[in-house]
């Protein structure tokens, strides 16, 4: 049962337009989510986080938000740069100090110059 | 930012072989670090929980004796791929967390057995 879910597999979006990226969680116990950028061959790195008692995190051109009702979080990407082009993972933790996050599938996103 | 490092980045080995991969927290202490499987267009999918000090906790359907992870230190964990076979091919990431909750990965091993 895959608890956090991406269902978009991949999104091509024009330099300098608006990037969303869309995630989806069914386990009502998630309480911190982030948000991963990973290159080919190399380790996701961290981009931004949010905490349930939040609906908006801003850090630059990033932008996540969560809808908790919907179980639904985004992230949003503006402007796009071809240097964002990557996979993007959302993950989800119920807290706790157990550190244990489930992840997404990915989306692959693609900023065309 | 806090630095995870893992080596090796490339590993070819032949079937039956064992192959370890080194994961270091080079400027923070991690107590718990994490390992991940990424087979191509799918999900990092978590494979053990590694706790410094104490026996690593297993994802249901990991071999816990195919593959063995040892968290000697504060900083560094390793994961054994022993009697490796073709279909153990994949991308292993490790993880760490700083206190601060945020996790930090290091930049993965790529393994593939002939």
């Known amino acids: 049962d895959q608890q956090v879910k991406q269902n978009s597999p991949s999104l091509s979006v024009q330099e300098g337009r608006i990037s969303i990226l869309n995630c989806d969680y069914t386990?009502?116990?998630?309480?911190?989510f982030l948000w991963y950028k990973k290159y080919p061959a190399e380790g996701p790195t961290f981009l931004i986080s949010?905490?349930?008692?939040?609906d908006k995190n801003e850090d630059g051109r990033f932008t996540v938000f969560l809808n908790k009702s919907a179980k639904h979080l985004s992230l949003h990407i503006v402007p796009s740069q071809p240097g964002d082009s990557a996979v993007y993972f959302c993950a989800a933790t119920e807290g706790g100090g157990t550190y244990k996050y489930i992840f997404g599938t990915g989306t692959r996103l693609k900023v065309l110059a | 930012g806090a630095v995870v490092s893992q080596h090796p980045s490339w590993v070819i080995c032949k079937s039956g072989t064992s192959v370890k991969i080194e994961c270091r927290s080079l400027?923070?202490?991690?107590?718990?670090m994490f390992w991940y499987r990424q087979f191509p267009k799918q999900s990092l999918m978590l494979m053990a929980t590694?706790?410094?000090?104490?026996?690593?906790?297993?994802e249901q359907g990991v071999e816990k004796d195919k593959f063995l992870i040892n968290h000697a230190s504060l900083t560094l964990s390793t994961l054994t791929v022993t009697s490796a076979h073709p279909e153990d091919s994949s991308f292993y990431i490790c993880s760490a967390s700083d206190r601060n909750e945020k996790l930090f990965f290091g930049s993965g091993t790529q393994l593939s057995v002939l």
């Open positions: 400027d923070f202490q991690a107590t718990t």
């Open positions: 590694s706790n410094e000090g104490s026996k690593a906790t297993y």
């Open positions: 386990n009502s116990m998630f309480d911190y």
């Open positions: 949010i905490s349930s008692i939040k």
